[in-house]
């Protein structure tokens, strides 16, 4: 392989190492605050929410867990958050997503209050982005943000292609970019010549739960590639393992740089929900202090 990997994983120890410090040196009478709502018994829903626990733990962070049964009622969810609004030990709140089809899961992000919303999702965070203001900014995209910084890799001038349009991912992390001054296009589904699209970005992201979805045709040499997926895949006797949306080890060949798949994007999700909790604990105690 020629293309150099970026280390989302080490990146993601050294954050996390990091607040952990800063949390043991604080003053100001209690550790930060996250509480994690989940609404029925998703598998990988319930696997995401340890893993944030444990992290908190692991960095000395208060995890305020709240687990309702499927059929929970919209208003009930609701009532929840607003109890969260109020408590002063809680920094951050976060809605596992996906919920059951039920619930409107946009309204009840609407009902977090946008001081506390780590994961970015609130239209008031979401349009302090578009104007390029300071607030709570999305787990996902901070976190390649993060990792582009950490290898110094300059980002004026550059294309960027993102595949994806998600508000969770691609359209933040599109205005992220041109915040970097990078020239931005945005490919999707209903995008021709995809291929044609990818193969002029010098840093191509892709986040479309697709696997293996780019090859290394779609990609120009020397170009930077950011694997956003995570897919599970199953081999013909049932063996299952991780993969992301581009073929990595075949790109690996074109790209100069590479995040893998897993070890990548993904530890930095988690490591930006702690940052944004520890940057809404830093705002919410100077606000209670005065």
Do not use: W
Not at 104 to 123: C, F, M, R, S, T
Not at 182 to 204: C, F, G, R, Y
Not at 274 to 284: E, G, I, K, P
């Amino acid at each position: 392989m020629s293309a150099q990997i970026l280390d989302g994983k080490t990146l993601a120890q050294k954050i996390q190492a990091k607040l952990s410090q800063e949390i043991s040196a604080n003053q100001k009478g209690r550790p930060p605050g996250l509480a994690v709502l989940m609404v029925g018994d998703n598998p990988a829903s319930a696997v995401y929410v340890r893993n944030k626990e444990r992290s908190c733990a692991a960095i000395g962070m208060v995890s305020y867990g709240r687990h309702f049964p499927g059929d929970v009622e919209q208003n009930v969810v609701e009532e929840e958050i607003e109890r969260l609004n109020n408590d002063p030990q809680v920094d951050g709140i976060l809605l596992q997503l996906p919920v059951p089809p039920h619930l409107n899961a946009a309204a009840i992000l609407y009902k977090i209050a946008p001081e506390k919303d780590v994961d970015g999702l609130h239209p008031v965070n979401l349009g302090k982005l578009v104007r390029g203001e300071q607030g709570l900014r999305s787990c996902t995209p901070l976190g390649v943000m993060q990792l582009l910084q950490e290898y110094k890799i300059q980002l004026a001038g550059k294309q960027a292609v993102i595949v994806g349009r998600s508000i969770l991912v691609g359209k933040p992390l599109a205005l992220m970019l041109l915040e970097k001054n990078a020239t931005v296009t945005i490919a999707h589904s209903q995008t021709p010549n995809l291929a044609e699209v990818t193969a002029k970005a010098d840093l191509l992201v892709a986040a479309v739960g697709k696997p293996e979805l780019i090859t290394p045709a779609m990609v120009k040499p020397g170009a930077i590639v950011i694997d956003v997926g995570i897919n599970r895949v199953e081999n013909e006797a049932g063996q299952s393992r991780l993969v992301g949306d581009v073929d990595f080890l075949g790109v690996s060949e074109t790209a100069a740089f590479i995040t893998p798949v897993p070890g990548g994007v993904g530890p930095l999700t988690v490591a930006m929900l702690l940052q944004n909790t520890c940057d809404a604990f830093s705002l919410n105690t100077k606000v209670q202090t005065g």
